[in-house]
Structures are given as structure tokens and as C-alpha cells.
């Protein structure tokens, strides 16, 4: 079986990648867009655009009832998730089956098994898989409580539900104990609407080290070796890396094997990662699965030469992965930055509005994937970002040389980006030996460039709302100035027309 036409449940640069994998494929790719993506890149990508709702994703990307309604209507046989939004919802996997139309992902039972973290852990426990040592039950305020003392600080306390960095809360000292257990619980509440909570030790010194993985619906599981995703802001990935640094041949085959044997324990299908937390004595432990294509998976495609998407649509399909494990070859090393839409210098804050000037890097061994151009406006609506810039060199070092050039040539105007803040951490001594750990950040860059420690609730609130009316204030105001007409003439439409011929002659 192969698809005529696939529906990119998505926005941004994983729905122009997810097209531009359909298109090489000679799929006819559909996109959906609310209000304030109209004009956006991957509805200029996609062979048919249709609405799905106004600006809030709870009312539009986020609608599966919606989004599956118009791919009946359009004809479409398959839905692509990317990631994010419904990319884990294995209650829309399941109505995609229930209406015939193909979830590109893993079925829905598994991705509900490996979405909440107190169940994935579970199952990885009675599969064999190293777990770290914690509680395997969500736990009431009390219960937490008790355990924390039991065994004594450091631990994490974790939302079982959501990802993200979202719900988590260090417990360094037994008098942080309330405190933590009351934020983790609000703020896994909030974000995924379910609180519950559980505990696990903390791992000093941890490195964050993920497996890609793949497999088919005929027994066939593989992996594409491992990334370092240890540069992380707030728990949140910003720069990534593979291969991971000094990882030994013979603890890249063990990974490997954990996160294949933890793929074929709950019958996985398709893209996914394996999580893993590595201690400084070099032993490793599962966090998580994620049930979907990673934001970082453009650099496991360079070194490994495996377009992972398109094996999804193959796997989803129903065709076999046609490479086995001694036919994947990993070679030179490949980075990303994940070039936000924040100020750096302002603890990184929101910097959503139109982008005046946008020349993004090139050159060999320089990919961009983006989901932007120049006159787009960034909304603070969705995630502020603009572009994942990926280096790739015969080495590490080549890889950085490049990544530094390129950030040296990006350029984007009109709003402020990440771009300062990823060439610090190029040039930190560091980073560049790869001794590196998930603190880097704060232990080497002050939080990111200056960032306070902690915004609480109200003030993250405060910070977004100004974004959001300093957006909305600049986007009356650029439409009061495109709506003037000159010298009583029918300026505006011309200018208009003007613009969407550019845009057009852009894609040609």
C-alpha cells in the first residue's frame, strides 16, 4: 500500500519537512492552518491548504474531531502529527483507525503506555530495562513526602504526565519539599491537565543521551545510534549533538539494544525515542519514550544518511523498514541550535512580531529547516521557533567550526533570536572539549546570558500578555500602514498584490 495524499496535522518547520518528504515521495501533501498562519510557509508548501480554527490551538491544531473531518473531505488516506499538539495523543491515533484514516505513529494503547511516565516505567521495569531508582506509583503530597524523606535529597519530582521540562521541581534540601511537590503539581495541572506526580532519585552530574529509534510492522526493530541533548535551558533542549561525546562503542551497543528491546516490549511502530539519563560513572537509566519524530532527529538523518521521516510514511503504510541494524553506518558528527524568537539578553523573553530581514546560513555542510521567510510574523500564539540551524563535519570539530561560521552569517530582523546566545556557547572552552553536562547552562551561562532563576506564575503570565498586546499593537499598526492610500490612489492593493507575487516568486 502507498499514499496519494497525506494531511500535515502540524505548523511550522515539521509540516514544511513533513511536505517536503511527501513531495519526494510523489505524495500530495494538505495542510491546515488557523487565522494567523494563512500566509504561512506551509500553507504555501502544500498542494491543498483548508482552515481549522481560530489562533488558540485548543480551538484549532488541537481539534482532532476537526482536523480528521477535513481529511475525510479532501481525501486524504493518512494523517501526519509531526510533534507537538496531537503528535501523542493516542486518543486521536485511535479515531484516525476508527474512521479509516491512517495515524502516522504508533497505535494509540502504546503511545498511552509509554506517554505517562509512572506507566512507561513500569513496563521498562518488567521488560529488563535499567530504570532510575524512584517510585514506579503516582503518589499523593503525603505519600511524596514521606518517600522523599525516606531516602533522603537530591531527587526530582515529575509530572507522569506531558514532557517538556514541564512539571518537574529539584529537591535539594527537605525544607524544599512542600514547595516543590505544590509547583510540580500546578504546573503539570495547567499544562496537561492532569497532576499527578512521582519521584525519582537525581543523578548527579546527568547527561541527557537519547536513542533513535525505528521500527516496522513486520518485526523489525532498529536503532540510528544516539544524540546528546544536554544543553538545556528550564529542562528544555536547545543545542544538540551526535554522536554523544566519549560514549564508548561498547555503551552505544548496549543503548542501542535497551531501546530496541523497550521498542519490541510494547510493540512500538514507526519513529520514537528512548531517553536515557547518564551518570558521571558512565551508567545509564531510562527517563521516557517519546512516541513521535523528535524536534532534533535532522541531526541523526545527517550522520546516518536515513531520512526518518519517509521511513515513517513507509512503516505507516505498512512496508517494511527494508534496512536492518548491521546496515546502519554513522558517520561525522552533526549539531543543531534550535534558533528561537527571544531575547537572550532580556532573560529570554517572548520577541514575537514581522520579520524584516531573514538570510539564513548555507554553504556546505549547512541545513535549515524553517518554517519562515522574510516578511512572515512570528505569533506568539505557538512556539517562538524560527529555525534549526544543523552543522555537519568529517569530526566534532569541523562540526563546530561550521556551526560558528553559519550563526556568524544567519541573519533575522525585526525581531530579536537566540542566535547571540548559541554563539557563546560555541566558543565556551567547555563545551568545545565536550565535558559538558545538563548544568551547563547555568553553571557556565549564568541561566542563558542573565536569566533570573525563577519566574513564577504570575510573572511568566505578566511577560506573556505584554508580548501578546506588543504583537497585536505592531500588527494593527503595519495593517493601518499597508491600508494608507498615497496621493488618492489605489495604492494598498498593488502593494498587496506586490507582496504575494514576491512571496510567490520566493517558492519558485
Known sequence: MSFQKVLIANRGEIAVRAIRACHEMGIKAVAIYSDVDRDALHVRYADEAYPCGPPPAAESYLVGERILEIAKRCGAEAIHPGY????????????????????IGPPGDVMRSMGDKVTARQTMEKAGVPIVPGTTERLSDEAADRWIREVGPPVMVKASAGGGGKGMRLVRDESE????????????????????LYVERFIEEPRHIEIQVLADGHGNAIHLGERECSIQRRHQKVIEEAPANGI??????????????????????????????????????????????????AITEEISGVDIVKAMIRVAAGEPLGIDQEDVRLSGHAIEARIYAEDPEKGFLPSPGQIVVYRPAGGIGVRVDSGVYQGARVTPHYDPMVAKLVTWGADRTEAIDRMRRALSEFVVKGIKTSIPFHRKVMSHPVFVAGTYDTGFVD?????????????GGERRVALMMAAIAAYSRDKERAERASSTVVGGGAAAPWTSFARRSQMRGMLL
Open 177 to 196: 519539599i512542600a514547595q516543590a511537590l505544590a509547583r510540580a503539581r500546578s504546573e503539570a495541572k495547567a499544562s496537561f491537565g492532569d497532576d499527578s
Open 443 to 455: 553553571e557556565h551561562m549564568d541561566g542563558g546570558m542573565g536569566e533570573p532563576e525563577e519566574l
Open 248 to 297: 564508548t562503542e561498547e555503551t552505544r551497543a548496549k543503548m542501542g539494544e535497551t531501546a530496541v528491546a523497550a521498542c519490541k516490549a510494547v510493540g512500538y511502530k514507526g519513529a520514537g525515542t528512548c531517553e536515557f539519563l547518564m551518570g558521571a560513572d558512565g551508567k545509564f537509566y531510562f527517563l521516557e519514550m517519546n512516541t513521535r519524530v523528535q524536534v532534533e532527529h
Open 84 to 103: 507537538g499538539f496531537l503528535a501523542e495523543n493516542g486518543d486521536f491515533s485511535d479515531l484516525c483507525e476508527k474512521e479509516g484514516v491512517v495515524f
